[in-house]
């Protein structure tokens, strides 16, 4: 039963156009989120965050968005380039707790044509 | 990254022999996990200690098993290994666990161990 989504395994955007990466959420208790994005034969390195009282984040060409109504959240890469193609992992947590450990999605693999 | 670092880099072992995996960190940060990533399962928690000797059970430690003896080292064993734990595994270190925040987000990951078991 997964509890972070990510239901589109791959995008392709062509450079300088918007990419929007989608991330759904079951568990009500989530109330912090990341987006790690990862590039092959590497580990994932995180990307921005956002807690539950927010409703938008925004680090240079990064925004990530949180609808808690809709147990939705997106990343918006603006403009796109090609050193963005990566795969992009969304994540959770709930509560700060001793042995609260990051719950991720599948990921959605981003190809940034130039 | 300097701070952590993960060996093997890869591995290959036979079905039915023991396999440990060596996270090690410079950072002295409290919390440490072991994921493994899978095709078309993205990132799955085995394990994670929040303190030397004090571990826990992620979403998927059947055939797992972990050691922290002290701060900087955390050790993933597989007692006895199958084809199904062909993977690439990570090891992740934070300071406070999951809601660290600030500009170094939840974690800090390893380069990962690519283990092929045949």
């Known amino acids: 039963d997964q509890q972070v989504k990510q239901n589109s395994p791959s995008l392709s955007v062509q450079e300088g156009r918007i990419s929007i990466l989608n991330c759904d959420y079951t568990n009500s208790m989530f109330d912090y989120f990341l987006w790690y994005k990862k590039y092959p034969a590497e580990g994932p390195t995180f990307l921005i965050s956002?807690?539950?009282?927010?409703d938008k984040n925004e680090d240079g060409r990064f925004t990530v968005f949180l609808n808690k109504s809709a147990k939705h959240l997106s990343l918006h890469i603006v403009p796109s380039q090609p050193g963005d193609s990566a795969v992009y992992f969304c994540a959770a947590s709930a509560g700060n707790q001793a042995g609260t450990a990051l719950i991720f999605g599948k990921g959605t693999t981003l190809s940034v044509s130039s | 990254d300097a701070g952590i670092t993960q060996s093997p880099r890869h591995k290959v072992t036979e079905t039915g022999t023991p396999v440990t995996l060596r996270c090690h960190q410079t950072?002295?940060?409290?919390?440490m996990y072991w994921y493994r990533q899978d095709p078309g399962h993205g990132l799955r928690l085995i394990h994670y200690s929040y303190g030397v000797k004090d571990t826990d059970k992620g979403e998927v430690s059947d055939g797992y098993s972990v050691s922290r003896s002290k701060t900087e080292d955390f050790l993933l064993t597989l007692e006895s290994a199958t084809s199904s734990q062909t993977s690439v595994y990570f090891c992740?270190?934070?300071?406070?666990?999951?809601?660290?925040?600030?500009?170094?987000?939840?974690?800090?990951f390893g380069s990962g161990t690519r283990l092929t078991v045949v």
């Open positions: 950072e002295n940060h409290r919390y």
């Open positions: 992740a270190i934070s300071p406070r666990g999951a809601r660290t925040g600030g500009s170094n987000g939840g974690y800090t």
């Open positions: 956002i807690s539950s009282i927010k």
